[in-house]
């Protein structure tokens, strides 16, 4: 191991990097350490490859990689091994090393598709591999608006217990208020060496980037001024030793203070901020997507100041790096610069294509941004786990409050006991004391647990609005398709697709009325079914315009109640059979009559729905009814019994176990 890391730092302090010597040029460097690459295969090569990054790049080192290499030398290395490797295994260990570079270097596109064959294969990798694999993945999938994707990524790394929140993906969703309050509650502070007093520079640098991202801009301040001076205590701490300390603080100190130059530019403060992009550009060479933002604002910065040759020499380098480099910020604000700079300088076409690019841009993000809210919500993700979580604390709460009153309750009998059997003065007053003592303890405790029992409950009720947040844009999306699918409508003139249409607003309405009652109600969890199903058949009255030759006669009774899942399966089976008894009613002047009744014994619900109609015949239903297929589909997720007869008219008969508690 230490052999092959001895042999980067010579490749790197001979050469700037590989690719200024040829292969025969980098063999004469090994046979110089008494290595012959020409006697050794691919494959022991580039497990000595992996072996030095892997002893490199971990979390409390981030940047030691780039500081023994520089960055491109590191891309060459790996993508030779990576092209000439066949060996499945191997190969996988190589792309996920691989491809953190390429995130490093900002090329999400070709590291997703190296990480993807990888995760193929992800049971043959270690298990900081395996995190390594899926927290890249994330990143790749959240930079081309993937939230689908990224989502399902960051379930697997929270089962398999590698990670405990969401709110990269609030993040990248739009959601930063929600991103910032899972990021205190569950993202773990990390101190180096066993310093409590000193924070490893990652949690400012994400808390203050959330609370940028969330435009408030004074708390990102604070929070990078604390991260700034985290860094610089760890740099004069001498208790606090890793390789190539210095260097990795500094990078991390050029983080801080062009994250700060950032906010004094968002604040105007042009003078304020340019000494701080200049620090940032010249030493923190390690982030490019950083290091490329700091260079536009400091254009900016010399464009506001009116020395446009300055900010010519300074864009002119951001405008090469795009060539290279995918980072949405980057290139946002390349195309803002550009918009502002042109329209000062009166070359308002050149003003207008950068603006056009730049709304064309943001309105493509937003609209990436709006998909993922929707997909965020109707997931509900971690609402419910946390929801659980919370209550699971009250409960340990209130059991640590009455066991604390319980024996509170005995010290003071035991006291009393005491006192009584024992008459010595200087005995009863030390037990006294004790008691006193330890009455003052509970007390302190108690006030610490009512503390924290007020502070779980607020969080319980900011919970309770987010889940009927949730329900009512769900209700709104599905509406919003449903208005869509009415648009469509109107203009079709085929009589069986518009009926068609109609049935699949009808099941969407369905769905959409669940949503609807749960954002109404002060009940998240269940529905009353009586309340539902009478709303959900005056609304396929109005439909059908069935109002005055359909009379509907409910026997339900009034608290049955249903979970969520469960009244959207038996709201799209009422929603079918109904829609059909309106579709063949019996016509001629006679008034059609539905009857439902609904009861509950011992745990059973029968459900009982049947006409007057003219019945049909079972022997001439076409296999491609799709409305009997959706009734049999939903009757098995309610592991229902299903029963149809057509006698005097259709009689449908659904019996399933159901137990509320």
């Not at 030779?80 to 953190?100: D, F, R, W």
């Not at 969890?525 to 199903?533: A, D, G, T």
Request: hydrophobic residues 35%; neutral net charge.
């Amino acid at each position: 191991m230490k052999q092959i890391f001895y042999i980067l730092i010579v490749l790197f302090t001979t050469t700037s990097s590989i690719g200024q010597s040829n292969v025969t040029e980098l063999n004469q460097q090994l046979l110089k350490l008494g290595i012959d690459a020409s006697k050794q295969n691919n494959t022991q090569l580039s497990t000595q490859l992996i072996k030095a990054w892997n002893n490199l790049d971990h979390e409390e080192n981030k940047y030691n990689p780039y500081i023994v290499l520089p960055m491109n030398t590191w891309v060459q290395l790996f993508e030779k091994q990576y092209e000439q490797t066949n060996e499945s295994n191997l190969k996988s260990k190589i792309g996920i090393a691989y491809a953190s570079i390429l995130i490093d270097l900002s090329n999400y596109e070709k590291a997703l598709k190296i990480l993807k064959v990888a995760y193929a294969e992800r049971k043959n990798v270690t298990p900081i591999e395996y995190k390594i694999l899926l927290s890249n993945l994330e990143k790749c999938y959240k930079s081309r608006n993937e939230i689908t994707n990224a989502i399902e990524i960051r379930k697997e790394l929270i089962e398999n217990r590698l990670i405990n929140n969401y709110w990269r993906i609030y993040k990248a969703c739009g959601l930063g208020d929600a991103a910032i309050e899972d990021f205190k509650l569950f993202e773990e502070k990390k101190y180096y060496a066993g310093n409590k007093n000193i924070i490893q520079p990652a949690y400012y640098n994400d808390l203050c980037r959330l609370y940028f991202f969330d435009n408030k801009i004074d708390s990102a301040v604070i929070y990078g001024e604390l991260g700034l001076q985290n860094v610089e205590a760890a740099l004069h701490d001498k208790s606090i030793q890793f390789l190539n300390k210095n260097e990795i603080l500094t990078n991390w100190k050029a983080l801080y203070t062009a994250f700060l130059g950032k906010c004094d530019m968002n604040k105007k403060n042009y003078l304020k901020a340019m000494p701080k992009l200049k620090y940032a550009i010249d030493h923190g060479k390690i982030d490019i997507e950083s290091n490329t933002l700091s260079m536009i604002y400091l254009s900016l910065c010399y464009m506001h100041l009116n020395d446009f040759k300055k900010y010519n020499i300074y864009i002119d380098s951001v405008k090469n790096r795009l060539k290279s480099i995918d980072a949405e910020d980057v290139i946002r604000s390349y195309y803002s610069a550009a918009h502002i700079y042109y329209s000062k300088i009166k070359k308002f076409d050149s003003a207008f294509k950068y603006l056009t690019l730049y709304n064309q841009y943001r309105e493509k993000i937003n609209k990436g941004i709006q998909q993922n809210q929707s997909i965020l919500l109707l997931g509900q993700l971690e609402i419910q786990k946390r929801r659980s979580e919370l209550n699971a604390k009250n409960l340990t709460f209130l059991k640590i409050e009455t066991e604390n009153k319980n024996a509170k309750g005995q010290i003071w009998g035991l006291g009393i006991f005491i006192g009584i059997i024992i008459t010595i003065l200087l005995l009863l007053t030390y037990f006294l004391i004790q008691s006193i003592k330890n009455k003052e303890k509970l007390n302190l405790i108690n006030d610490q647990l009512n503390e924290n029992i007020e502070i779980t409950n607020e969080q319980f009720s900011k919970n309770d609005f987010l889940l009927k947040e949730l329900h009512h844009r769900v209700k709104n999306n599905l509406q919003l398709i449903y208005s869509l699918l009415n648009l469509q409508k109107r203009r079709l003139t085929d009589p069986e697709t518009k009926t068609n249409l109609t049935a699949v607003q009808n099941r969407i309405h369905t769905m959409s009325l669940v949503h609807e009652f749960l954002y109404n109600s002060e009940n998240y969890e269940y529905i009353n079914v009586n309340e539902y199903i009478i709303t959900l058949t005056n609304h396929l009255k109005s439909i059908y315009k069935k109002e005055e030759n359909v009379e509907i006669q409910y026997n339900i009774e009034e608290d049955i109640e249903l979970e969520t899942e469960r009244m959207i399966y038996l709201g799209l089976i009422i929603n079918e059979i109904v829609s059909n008894t309106f579709k063949f009613e019996i016509g001629n002047g006679v008034k059609s009559i539905i009857n439902i009744t609904i009861a509950s014994t011992d745990g059973i619900i029968e459900i009982e729905i049947s006409d007057n109609g003219p019945g049909f015949d079972k022997e001439l239903i076409r296999p491609e009814s799709l409305g009997l297929k959706l009734i049999t589909i939903m009757c098995t997720q309610l592991n229902a019994i299903h029963e149809i007869t057509s006698k005097d008219g259709v009689q449908h008969t659904i019996k399933f176990s159901f137990d509320k508690s």
